[in-house]
Nanobody
Framework: QVQLVESGGGLVQPGGSLRLSCVAS????????MSWHRQVPGKERELVAA????????VYADSVKGRFTISRDNAKNTVYLQMNSPKPEDTAVYYC??????????WGQGTQVTVSS
């Protein structure tokens, strides 16, 4: 059974830091590109950051470049999102996604991140 379980969300002050984790099971994690997405009510889900299966390449949304870092540990079947200097506009539900071609796509259940003083 495929599972992606996010954790690490919560309340963080602007300018603070938070690290999200997503633990995968039920598929060959090292063969999948991983990404983090976020969604606020009334808006479409948007890509935050993505990383290739080997971790050799990453991409970021312009809004988080220089502040967020995506990484992965294939030995632990885990992908991370380090959020530094978060802003109130980063408040959203964050989801991790695993993808290998267009056929094999899996989503986690999401974790709430609230940036507020």
């Amino acid at each position: 059974q495929v599972q992606l379980v996010e954790s690490g969300g919560g309340l963080v002050q602007p300018g603070g830091s938070l690290r999200l984790s997503c633990v995968a099971s039920g598929f060959t994690f090292s063969s999948y590109a991983m990404s983090w997405h976020r969604q606020v009510p009334g808006k479409e889900r948007e890509l935050v950051a993505a990383i290739t299966s080997t971790g050799g390449s990453t991409v970021y949304a312009d809004s988080v470049k220089g502040r967020f870092t995506i990484s992965r540990d294939n030995a632990k079947n885990t992908v991370y999102l380090q959020m530094n200097s978060p802003k109130p506009e980063d408040t959203a539900v964050y989801y991790c996604k695993a993808a290998r071609t267009l056929r094999y796509v899996y989503w986690g259940q999401g974790t709430q991140v609230t940036v507020s003083s």
